[in-house]
Each structure stands twice: as structure tokens, then as C-alpha cells.
């Protein structure tokens, strides 16, 4: 390893304890001349002409002194009598070391100031940091997806928030449409499981919570979409600790699972309401009007759809020499085509099976809307049908 060493050599002829033999436990020190030690006979036990009859023999040189130095760069230092380990290399102090394990790359300038049993500790024993786990919110609903306009929802509303790594929850909302309906501000929390311990220490933010509002929305259903939503705000929570047993010193930070967690505030996921009108179809054995098929759909002896008729509509007829017809809102696409099978298809018009529509107000059969314009779509003549038939856009 670069050390050099000259061998010093004691012998001892006599073990007499009187004279200062070596008794263990026992420490003295020894002061050096060019031959041999200078003392006291009776006190030093290394004296030649000590009554003890102890020897001391000279190092190799003959020269009483022996010497002790460290080559450089080899991993050890001297620094008087004390000799220890350090990580002396001659890389430059700005070049980064590659990642080992869970230890990121640091400067050569921070491996220097190691021993080489730290930087084996470094290595093998790293401080290795804690995960978090961030706050959350959920929302759910009684009811979502499409509704006839003019019809009654009561919507029941509910959010949770879970404050795991976080603080408390300090104020919840529900809202209709981005707008408050209902909010509460330090809500009550209730314990729910806390988060795991890691490398052995608990989670500085136990006991865990969860923190609930609730709110029912009565409405009558309008035209588009109704959204409901809700958002939480919440404290800082602590920081955990790392493997070492030290407190996280990373900055805190927003919803981030590599930090101890900030204050700050989440929206939940929504739901909602699309309030549209439905489309209708059936069948007569003898040839219907526009008016007629009003009158049919009013008095509910209509089939009724409750889907958008933006894109395609269809309907399973199973015609026995009936005629067909097909209303919906005229709000909506006007069809141009009708579809059966690949080899039965065609366009609206005069002489094909499907004529053009004409347009007609009609009136909810359940009551819920009236004198809304409704494309109507007839067959030209009587036929029996199979299948499908579905009137498409283009």
C-alpha cells in the first residue's frame, strides 16, 4: 500500500514488576537517544544496566529513531502518531461519480472528504429517502349520463377528501357548473387506515383522516350538459423520516410523491347531466302524415329513443306490409341516407323508400316539453322490413 516502516524490536530478559516490567493495563512513555533510552535505571525497564536486565535493541539502522511515511494517493494519511484512511484521489474534485444502487451521482470534491470505510457506508448503507403519498379527492353521484329535457333529477352529491401525507383538509366544496352549491370550511375528520411505516419509523402524519360533504341537487333537467364537481384545499403535512433516521430536508412541494407535501388544493373528477330530446319511430298499415305521427307520439303509442340523433338513428320495424317513419329533433343532423344491408341502401328522396322529412312541432308524450320542431321521416310506400333500417347522415 506505499506505507514504509522501520521495525523497532523489544526484548524483554526480565518480567520483574518491581522494576516496571510490563504489567498489563500498565502505560508509560519512553524517551528516544541515538543508542539506547536515558531514564532512571530503576524506573526504565528497557536500560541495559537496569537491575532488571532489560535490553533494548536498536532498529535496524542502529539508530534509535525509526521513520513512517505514506506514499500519496493511496487511501491513507498520517497526521502525527495517528494514521487513518482517506478517499485521496487524484480525479478532479468537479467530476461527478456514476449512480450506485439508490446513491446519485455526486462531485469527486465530496467523495475526498471521506474515509474509505465511509464512502464503503455511502455505498453499501445509502440514505435512502421516503415516499409519500399525496392527498386525494373523490366524487360521486346518484345519477349521470343523459336525461330527457323537462324531466326531475334529484341528485345526491358526495366528496371525499383523504388527507394521507398531507395536513387536514381545511375547507370542501361542491359545485354545479364551476359555481359553489354547497361548502364547508375545517371539516370533521374521520380516522381511516394509516399509511404504512417505512425503513422501520412511523408515518409522521398519522393518524390519517378522511373528511366528507354531502349535498343533494334537486333540478329539472335543461338542454346540454350540467356538470357537477367538487374541489378540497388542505394544510402541510411533516416531513418523514429516511432510512438513517433523519428527517426528510427535501423542499416541500405540490402533490409530489418524492416531497414532503405543501399546502394546496385538488379537484375532483366530475359528473353530469345531458339533457336532450328523444327520437321516435314506428310503423302504420296505412299511409301516415306528419300531423298523425304528432298526434302518435303525444299520446305515447310511439317508440320512444332516448339517445342523441346528432349522428346515425335506427329502428327494428319487422314491417308487414306497413308503411315506416322515423322523427327526431330538428335540432339535430337532417339524414340523407337510409340503411339496411350492403345491398339494400339507398337515398331520401321522391320514389325511394324513404322520402324527405318535413318538419312538425310535436309535444312530449310524458308532458315534459311541447311545440318542439321535429324532422319526420316516411316511407314511400308500404313494404315488409328485416333487420335494421338506420338513416344516416351522409
Known amino acids: 500500500m506505499g506505507v514504509k516502516v522501520k521495525v ?31 531514564s532512571t535505571p530503576s524506573r526504565n525497564p528497557f536500560l541495559s544496566n537496569s537491575p532488571c ?33 482517506i478517499y485521496n484521489t487524484l480525479v478532479s474534485d468537479s467530476e461527478q461519480s456514476v449512480t450506485i444502487g439508490q446513491l446519485g451521482p455526486r ?3 465530496v467523495w475526498k472528504t471521506k474515509t474509505v470505510v465511509q464512502v464503503l457506508d455511502d455505498i453499501l448503507f445509502p440514505e435512502l429517502y421516503p415516499t409519500y403519498t399525496i392527498p386525494s379527492v373523490s366524487f360521486s353521484s346518484s345519477s349521470s349520463g343523459i336525461a330527457e329535457i323537462g324531466t326531475s333529477v334529484s341528485q345526491t352529491l358526495s366528496l371525499t377528501g383523504f388527507k394521507n401525507d398531507a395536513g387536514a383538509f381545511t375547507f370542501l366544496s361542491i359545485r354545479k357548473d364551476g359555481s359553489a352549491i354547497n361548502n364547508i370550511s375545517s371539516p370533521s375528520g374521520v380516522t381511516i387506515t394509516n399509511l404504512p411505516d417505512q425503513y ?5 402524519n398519522s393518524p390519517n383522516y378522511s373528511y366528507v360533504i354531502n349535498y343533494t341537487d334537486s333540478i329539472t333537467v335543461t338542454e346540454g350538459v350540467t ?4 374541489t378540497g384545499s388542505f394544510a402541510a403535512g411533516l416531513a418523514k423520516k429516511t432510512s438513517k433516521g433523519t428527517n426528510d430536508t ?20 366530475s ?46 320495424f319487422n314491417a308487414v306490409a306497413e308503411y315506416v ?28 323508400f324513404i322520402l324527405y322529412p318535413e318538419i312538425q312541432a310535436v309535444d312530449s308524450p310524458g308532458g315534459y316539453w311541447t311545440g318542439v320542431d321535429y324532422y319526420i321521416y316516411i316511407s314511400g310506400y308500404a313494404t315488409n322490413t328485416s333487420g335494421s333500417i338506420q338513416l344516416l347522415n351522409s
Not at 356538470?227 to 367538487?230: A, E, K
Open 53 to 85: 536486565q532489560r535490553s533494548f535493541c536498536n532498529d535496524q539502522n542502529g539508530s534509535g529513531n525509526f521513520s513512517l511515511t505514506v506514499s500519496p494517493n493511496v487511501g491513507l494519511v498520517l497526521q502525527g502518531f495517528n494514521l487513518s484512511t
Open 325 to 352: 317513419w322515423f322523427a327526431h329533433p330538428a335540432s339535430d343532423t337532417e339524414k340523407t341516407r337510409w340503411y339496411n344491408t350492403p345491398l339494400n341502401q339507398g337515398s331520401l328522396g321522391p320514389g325511394n
Open 271 to 316: 359528473v353530469s347531466i345531458n339533457g336532450i330530446y328523444p327520437y321516435f319511430w314506428g310503423k302504420s298499415p296505412v299511409a301516415p302524415t306528419g300531423s298523425s305521427i304528432a298526434s302518435n307520439i303525444a299520446a305515447g303509442t310511439a317508440t320512444k329513443v332516448l339517445a342523441s340523433a346528432s349522428g346515425s338513428i335506427e329502428a327494428t
Open 227 to 230: 356538470s357537477w364537481d367538487g
Open 107 to 109: 462531485a469527486a470534491s
Open 200 to 204: 422501520g419509523y412511523p408515518d409522521s
Open 8 to 38: 523497532v524490536k523489544l526484548v524483554a530478559v526480565s518480567n520483574n514488576s518491581n522494576c516496571g516490567g510490563f504489567v498489563p493495563g500498565r502505560n508509560f512513555s519512553v524517551p528516544w537517544s541515538s543508542n539506547c533510552i536515558t
Open 250 to 269: 427535501r423542499s416541500s412541494a405540490s402533490l409530489s410523491t418524492n416531497a414532503p407535501q405543501s399546502a394546496g388544493s385538488l379537484t375532483s373528477s
